[in-house]
Structures are given as structure tokens and as C-alpha cells.
């Protein structure tokens, strides 16, 4: 089984700061990995992922991920956050599979940018 | 290209009665996901459906739930009898195929349960 386990629920910054949001994982076999960005009333975005290969991804928007495999974190980061960043932000999980890619969420963390 | 659209955006209605949440996947897609999303459990799988066949629905929280998909284009969440605890935001995805990994999310439904 696999479980995601974003460290902290809320993050409140100021704009222009730079921002990490922290995302650990427990999986018995090996996984994708995907952050996605909720804005206020709107549905999930695919902000970036984790396939294979280089272990820093670029995102949308200035954001980047860094895959951790001994320490099964996939942080995301953002070295100067915008006030139109403020939204919910889910880390997520794909197990490789057969064929069946069910991506299982985090809790997810509230970004709040202040001016 | 129009994403996924999901009616209504807004449904209130009391308990007891029988709710229709409608989703309409991209074109092209052939997987589609039934999520609901609420305060204290976060976003939950409920139902999974490949070609238009349900995979796996081991997310329906009881046989008050159940979804339909008639085909590639369209599939239908239903509750009947609603109640209070159903309140919530369900969400639809699609995505291109089995191994594919991005799912695009629809702008969801609110559902009020008085």
C-alpha cells in the first residue's frame, strides 16, 4: 500500500519570498510522482512530475521538485512566490503497475501569500 | 479544447432526495475518475472507469452510490437517498489512457445536503 504525507497543512509567506512545501511518501514498490495546484473554486492542475530521470523537475509557474529516493520526499520549491500563488497544493503517487495508475493524495498544503 | 465539464457546479437539495452529478471527459480520453473531496478526509478515489468499464469502485462509500458510463463521452454519478455526510465537492477526471499518468481534473461539483 502507499501513503502521502504532506508535512504541513498550512504555509503562510510573503510575496517575493521563496517557499518550500514538504511531501514524504511510504510505498512498497516504486513510484511516480506528481504535484498538482488547486485554486479557489477550480479543479486540480498538474503543476509537475516525477518519472524517471533527472531528479529535479521544472514545473509551471517557477516551481521545481526534487526526487529523494532514500529519503522518499518530493518537496516542492519556489525561490520568490507571487500573490497568485496562494492556493491548495497537493502532492500525489502513482505505484508502477500493470496498467492500473491510480494516483493516491496527500492531505494537502494551504499556500497563503501575504503582500 | 474544452476540458472536462462537469454539471451542475452548484447543487443543493435536501436529505432523502436523489442527486445526478453528470461529467463529460475530454475527447479522445478513455479512463475516467469519480473523486470527492471534503474537509476532513481530503480527496478520495471513488470509482474508476477504462473504456468505458468500471475498473475499480472500491472508493463508493455504500450502495447509496453509483456511477454510470454509456459511453466514452459522458458518465453519471448518482446518490440515492442522499444525506447530510454526501455533502461535498466530487470531482471528475479523464485521462488519454491506462498507462498514461496525468489526470485533467473538471472544476467539480458542490454538493449540499440540508
Known amino acids: 500500500a502507499q501513503s502521502v504525507t504532506q508535512l504541513d497543512s498550512q504555509v503562510p509567506v510573503f510575496e517575493e519570498a521563496p517557499v518550500e512545501l514538504r511531501c514524504n511518501y511510504s510505498?512498497?514498490?516504486?513510484?511516480?510522482l506528481f504535484w498538482y495546484v488547486q485554486y479557489p473554486n477550480q479543479g486540480l492542475q498538474l503543476l509537475l512530475k516525477?518519472?524517471?530521470?533527472?531528479?529535479l523537475v521544472k514545473g509551471i509557474n517557477g516551481f521545481e521538485a526534487e526526487f529523494n529516493k532514500s529519503q522518499t520526499s518530493f518537496h516542492l520549491r519556489k525561490p520568490s512566490v507571487h500573490i497568485s500563488d496562494t492556493a491548495e497544493y497537493f502532492c500525489?503517487?502513482?505505484?508502477?503497475?500493470?496498467?492500473?495508475?491510480?494516483?493516491?493524495f496527500g492531505a494537502g498544503t494551504r499556500l497563503a501569500v501575504h503582500p | 479544447d474544452a476540458g472536462v465539464i462537469q454539471s451542475p457546479r452548484h447543487e443543493v437539495t435536501e436529505m432523502g432526495q436523489e442527486v445526478t452529478l453528470r461529467c463529460k471527459p475530454i475527447?479522445?480520453?478513455?479512463?475516467l475518475f469519480w473523486y470527492r473531496q471534503t474537509m476532513m478526509r481530503g480527496l478520495e478515489l471513488l470509482i474508476y472507469?477504462?473504456?468505458?468499464?468500471?475498473?475499480?469502485d472500491s472508493g463508493m462509500p455504500e450502495d447509496r452510490f453509483s456511477a454510470k458510463m454509456p459511453n466514452a463521452s459522458f458518465s453519471t454519478l448518482k446518490i440515492q437517498p442522499s444525506e447530510p455526510r454526501d455533502s461535498a465537492v466530487y470531482f471528475c477526471?479523464?485521462?488519454?489512457?491506462?498507462?498514461?499518468?496525468?489526470?485533467?481534473f473538471g472544476p467539480g461539483t458542490r454538493l449540499t445536503v440540508t
Open positions: 500525489a503517487v502513482s505505484p508502477f503497475s500493470g496498467g492500473y495508475n491510480k494516483l493516491i
Open positions: 472507469f477504462n473504456n468505458n468499464v468500471p475498473i475499480d
Open positions: 516525477y518519472l524517471s530521470g533527472s531528479t
Open positions: 477526471a479523464s485521462r488519454l489512457g491506462q498507462r498514461s499518468y496525468e489526470q485533467y
Open positions: 475527447s479522445g480520453h478513455n479512463s
Open positions: 510505498s512498497s514498490v516504486s513510484v511516480y
